[in-house]
């Protein structure tokens, strides 16, 4: 079983520091399923249209988009923030 690492744009970092204590909890839970299975079926994945390798999580009202890469094992988080204003042009 390869185990991926669970990296952040510096933004993204940004992003999760500023968000209420219990989303932070509820997020780090979510990027533990993602180091063992970045598609897994628990976090009910869904790939953005348009976006060649972007992916989102829910999290409540809040969502996680991340890119896999998967020749470095990496799951790399690009965005955190409320479902209103998550989807902007990046």
Do not use: C, W
Not at 28 to 55: D, R, T
């Amino acid at each position: 079983m390869s185990v991926y690492a669970v990296e952040f744009v510096h933004s993204a970092r940004k992003e999760f520091n500023k968000l209420p204590l219990k989303i932070q909890d509820r997020i780090v839970e979510a990027l533990k399923v993602l180091s063992i299975n970045p598609f897994s079926e628990l976090l009910k994945i869904k790939k953005l249209k348009g976006q060649e390798q972007l992916y989102r999580i829910r999290i409540g009202d809040y969502r996680v988009l991340y890119e896999v890469r998967r020749t470095a094992l990496v799951v790399l988080v690009v965005k955190i923030g409320h479902r209103r204003e998550v989807y902007a042009k990046r």
